[in-house]
């Protein structure tokens, strides 16, 4: 495959004050296209070091696609970088300077004379017009590479990348002898209720079995994903096949493919079996119920639900008893297994869902340290409890903890 790489440019994205989503964004994209991205590199607002990571990438690599730094302000110096990298200058080019000020008036708005600086650009290349901005891309020969410099706003990236740049860098014979376009097929298996190196053992054979997909794996919080990639003739089947196998052996633990999140996975359950759910949280705080009504149409399944923190909640809100709080604790089944049956009940749910746990960072004991969670589903018929112990601060346990009781619902509504 032909290589191509990326370049961020930003102070913001190199301290990280501002995450970089166009890397990612333009990864995907590129390789859907044919390319193989070999590199991405982020570099601050310093015209010497821009044009160092364009001379290098373009040494390297096919294609070179860059983002940022293409305003009007005087951090703005990627035109200038691109034009010492060229050993050229930068020129006024007349119609994108008309272009910039139509722009303004059409908003009724003065332009002001540091728009200039998006109309230099250097004497070598091609202005590709920017209809929804005010900062135009640019595209020059460099090396043995074709560079695209694009704007770092993202709504203007993205329109520019897939109207102007996608149509013509598809990689040829002719520009990548060898290595012409192979499209990199991909499939994300999404799991919970399995650690990484625990689920790398459990699927160790199918991977050996494989040869032609390249197999990955990536936790993210309390979810761990399996990330399968062949390129070449028969990629797709391939893929096909290693995923077959790979479900026979996890079952209903793979929750969701590529971009399938599971509270929408299970709020779809829900829906098409036309059941609701109540909440009683005490450690999650409404997490539960933020995940399930992120998703819009959600009150066609969400009743409504309780934020029991203290234990007076616990037993107004949803009947706890105050038996089961002095035996056993607040972070118990018992009382997780009370606040699921309750909420249900106050609310008229077919499901109650609930999670009682610590949190951190105080709160712990050797009994039960920080992390130690119970979690239940209350339903028609029974209750499940679980207890869960989950790593990272505050916020990954609390997340943690929604995710682990949403998974729960989900293993029963599977039935």
Not at 29 to 55: P, Q
Not at 267 to 278: D, M, P, Q, R, S
Not at 398 to 405: D, E, N, P, Y
């Amino acid at each position: 495959m032909a290589n191509a790489e990326i370049i961020t440019i930003g102070d913001e994205l190199l301290s990280g004050e501002t995450v970089d989503t166009s890397s990612n964004e333009l990864d995907k994209k590129l390789e859907a296209l044919g390319w193989s991205v070999v590199r991405h590199t982020t570099v601050r607002d310093v015209e010497e070091d821009i044009a160092e990571a364009f001379t290098a990438a373009a040494a390297r690599s096919e294609l070179v696609i860059s983002s940022g730094g293409l305003g009007p302000t005087d951090d703005d110096v990627t035109l200038a970088a691109l034009a010492r990298a060229l050993g050229t200058n930068l020129t006024l080019h007349a119609p994108t300077l008309d272009a910039i000020a139509q722009k303004f008036r059409s908003i009724g708005r003065e332009m002001t004379p540091n728009n200039e600086r998006q109309a230099r650009v250097p004497e070598l290349g091609e202005v590709i017009p920017n209809p929804v901005g005010t900062a135009p891309a640019f595209v020059a020969p460099l090396g043995r590479a074709r560079i695209f410099l694009l704007p770092g706003v993202p709504r203007e990236m993205r329109w520019l990348f897939d109207n102007a740049v996608a149509p013509v860098i598809r990689p040829s014979e002719s520009e990548s002898p060898g290595r012409s376009a192979r499209p990199i097929h991909r499939r994300t298996l999404r799991v919970m209720g399995l650690g990484e190196s625990r689920l790398e053992h459990e699927i160790r054979a199918v991977t050996g079995a494989h040869p032609s997909v390249r197999f990955g794996y990536r936790t993210l919080g309390a979810e761990n994903h399996i990330k399968l990639a062949a390129t070449g003739q028969g990629a797709s089947e391939a893929i096909a096949q290693a995923e077959a196998a790979i479900r026979s052996i996890l079952e209903s633990r793979i929750f969701g493919v590529d971009d399938q999140e599971l509270p929408v996975v299970v709020g779809e359950l829900l829906e098409a079996a036309g059941h609701t759910v109540a909440t009683a949280e005490s450690c999650t705080g409404g997490l539960i119920s933020t995940l399930l009504t992120d998703r819009s149409g959600s009150s066609k399944y969400v009743l409504g639900g309780f934020v029991t923190y203290a234990n007076s909640a616990k037993q107004e809100l949803v009947g706890v008893t105050a038996a089961e709080l002095d035996t056993h604790g607040a972070v118990s089944a018992p009382v997780a297994s009370q606040m699921a049956v309750g909420a249900r009940a106050r609310l008229g749910a077919t499901w109650g869902l609930s999670a009682t746990g610590i949190a951190g960072p105080t709160g712990g004991s050797p009994d039960k340290p920080v992390g130690t969670v119970f979690i239940a589903v209350a339903g028609p018929e029974d209750v499940a409890v679980r207890q869960i112990r989950l790593p990272g601060d505050r916020a990954q346990i609390r997340r943690g903890t929604a995710l682990s009781v949403l998974d729960l619902l989900r293993l029963r509504l599977l039935g």
